[in-house]
Every structure is written in structure tokens, then in C-alpha cells.
């Protein structure tokens, strides 16, 4: 039997919508890479920095300006690869591991392994226990270990041309030495078309939340996303694209993401 299809609760990523054509005669306009975002359209890190180039050949007087535009907005690479095991009918095993480029995919900045173990105890419903282990690169240059633990509450409902997500996760940042550095809320929404099909599009949005004292919390960063995603027998595939934009940080820049993720689901609750 082919590979058992993904959890459509399971983590969605993203990938934009393709371009619409212009008309014949209509005059050409620049090339735009765009996300579907609650708030609006996002200008691709690659497009600012093309932007840039050209005011700085014509003017010298605007290359202040558009550099400070540029490292407003920055593009990421992310890669993941991992497989969920279902060895029970409740019990859930899933292990990831990810690789991300930053400066605009010109370095590598992080590598993370992470496992988790959860329950499923009905079928639009899954509470997740999960431990990353990360090496982030500093400002130095070096790569430092942090770790995290996190839970994550899932819920989901499947119709016949869409399924709805929502997932609550609570985590805590720790340092070498085992000291909790930072603790988060995260809120995640998602919609996918056709769960059902071999090709399903959809997107998701989430909210971030950082604590910052016994009964204070402050949004630290917004994210939208939206994903294309093929399933097979060889397992899950899924493109996507992301905005991350910080709302706490000034100081960081606008994170413009494409990626690419591959699950493997193996359930061995079913017959060979």
C-alpha cells in the first residue's frame, strides 16, 4: 500500500500563489514576490536589493536610503526532513531535522534536531511534547547551543474541500547550563484546499507572544505563510513561502522565507 497520507493537523508551511498575466498591451510593471498577509503585500528581500542598485546607478544621492531599505528585509533558505511514526493508535513519534541559510542564502545560520512525542486521543484533536536541540550562529560568527521545550495543543477538522487547524504552542528557551531564558506563546491558524487530493494548497498565520515579566506579555513577531504540498508514496513534499515581520525589535529586519519540507509517515498500525 502507498505511504500513509500526512496528518493534515500536523505543522503546514507555505509557497506563494503563481502570478497572474498581464494583459497584452498592458505596460510592464517590476517583478514583485508577494505573500498573502492579513495585513498586506510584502516586498521580496531580492527585489529591495535589485531596487537599490538601480537608484544607487542613477542618483548617488539615494544609495543612503535604499541601503537602509535593503537591510530592512532580509531571505532565508529553510530545509527540514523527517519522519512521524504512529506505533499505536494513540501514540505519536515525530523527528525533524532542519538547516537554515540567512543573509540573504549566503551562510548557513542554524542547525536544529528536534523529536517529539505526543497522543492522539480523537481524531481532530493531539496534545505534543517536543525538545530541540539548535546551534544558532552569534553575532561573533560562532555557533552557540540553546535548547527548547515545547507543548503543543492541536486541533483539526477535515471537510471535503478544506481542513481547518489551529494549534497553541507553549515553550521555553534554555540555555548550556539549563537556565529557562525565554518563554513564548505561540497561536497558529491554518486552512488547506483539498486535503484530500494528491496536491493541496493552503496557508497559515501565527502570533507570537513573549513574556516578559510574572504578568506581563508583549507580540514579539507576526508570520503568514502559504504552501503547496504533494503527497506520494514516497512521502510528504511541501513548498512554501514565508513573511516574518518583528514587531517588538525594531532593530530586526523584515525575514522573507522559501522552503522546502519532506515527511515521511510511517503508521504501523495498518496492514502491509
Not at 491554518?190 to 502570533?207: F, H, I, K, Q
Request: charged fraction near 20%.
Amino acid at each position: 500500500m502507498c505511504g500513509a497520507r500526512a496528518d493534515p493537523r500536523m505543522e503546514a508551511q507555505t509557497l506563494p500563489s503563481p502570478p497572474q498575466k498581464s494583459p497584452r498591451n498592458a505596460p510592464r510593471q517590476p517583478v514583485l514576490s508577494t505573500a498573502l498577509l492579513v495585513t498586506g503585500c510584502a516586498i521580496s528581500p531580492w527585489t529591495v536589493a535589485s531596487a537599490t542598485a538601480r537608484a544607487q546607478a542613477t542618483d548617488p544621492s539615494l544609495a543612503p536610503n535604499a541601503a537602509e531599505d535593503s537591510a530592512a528585509h532580509e531571505g532565508q533558505l529553510w530545509m527540514r526532513a523527517g519522519f512521524s511514526l504512529k506505533p499505536r493508535s494513540l501514540l505519536r513519534v515525530v523527528m525533524h531535522q532542519h538547516l537554515r541559510l540567512d543573509d540573504n542564502l549566503r551562510r548557513l545560520d542554524t542547525a536544529i534536531s528536534e523529536v517529539g512525542v505526543g497522543i492522539a486521543p480523537a481524531a481532530v484533536f493531539q496534545i505534543m511534547a517536543g525538545y530541540r536541540a539548535q546551534f544558532e550562529r552569534n553575532p561573533e560568527g560562532d555557533y552557540s547551543p540553546r535548547f527548547r521545550v515545547q507543548l503543543d495543543t492541536i486541533a483539526g477538522k477535515t471537510f471535503r474541500a478544506i481542513a481547518l487547524g489551529y494549534r497553541l504552542r507553549l515553550q521555553a528557551v534554555l540555555d548550556p547550563g539549563g537556565e529557562v531564558t525565554d518563554y513564548g506563546v505561540r497561536n497558529r491558524i491554518s486552512l488547506a484546499l483539498r486535503p484530500r487530493a494528491t496536491w493541496s494548497p493552503g496557508a497559515s498565520a501565527e502570533l507570537f507572544l513573549q513574556k516578559l515579566g510574572a504578568d506581563s506579555i508583549q507580540v514579539e513577531r507576526q508570520r503568514v505563510t502559504v504552501f503547496s504540498r504533494w503527497v506520494t508514496c514516497t512521502g510528504t513534499y511541501e513548498l512554501f513561502y514565508r513573511v516574518e515581520v518583528p514587531v517588538s525589535d525594531d532593530g530586526e529586519p523584515t525575514r522573507h522565507i522559501a522552503g522546502i519540507d519532506y515527511l515521511r509517515v510511517i503508521d504501523s498500525t495498518q496492514p502491509d
